[in-house]
C-alpha cells in the first residue's frame, strides 16, 4: 500500500533529528570539553534542547548581546 504524505512527513523528520542527535553525539565524543554558546534565540534554544537530549552535561555560555528581551533574560536565569 502506499504511504500518505503526511506519514512520510513524520518519518522524513524523526530520520533527520535522528542524524542530528547523532552528529551532536559525534561532536560531545570528539570534543570532550566543548561547550556550547547561545544568546537565547529561537535557534539557540533549539540547539541547547537537542544538546541537551543528545547527552550533553557541559558548560554553557551565554552570549549577551545587550539587546535582549526580558523573558530571554528569565529563560537564561530559569536555566542557570
Known amino acids: 500500500s502506499c ?5 512520510t512527513q513524520t518519518l ?3 530520520v533527520l533529528e535522528a542524524k ?3 552528529t551532536i553525539r559525534w561532536a560531545f ?3 570532550p570539553d566543548l561547550l556550547m554558546t547561545s544568546g537565547f534565540n529561537l535557534n539557540g ?5 537537542l544538546a541537551v537530549r543528545a ?4 558548560e554553557l555560555v551565554f552570549i549577551d ?3 535582549h528581551f526580558p523573558e530571554t533574560l528569565r ?6
Open 20 to 22: 542530528t542527535l547523532e
Open 75 to 80: 529563560t537564561r536565569d530559569d536555566i542557570a
Open 65 to 67: 548581546t545587550l539587546e
Open 12 to 14: 522524513e523528520k524523526r
Open 3 to 7: 504511504v500518505s504524505a503526511p506519514a
Open 45 to 49: 534554544t533549539v540547539l541547547v534542547d
Open 29 to 31: 565524543d570528539t570534543y
Open 55 to 58: 547527552g550533553f552535561r557541559g
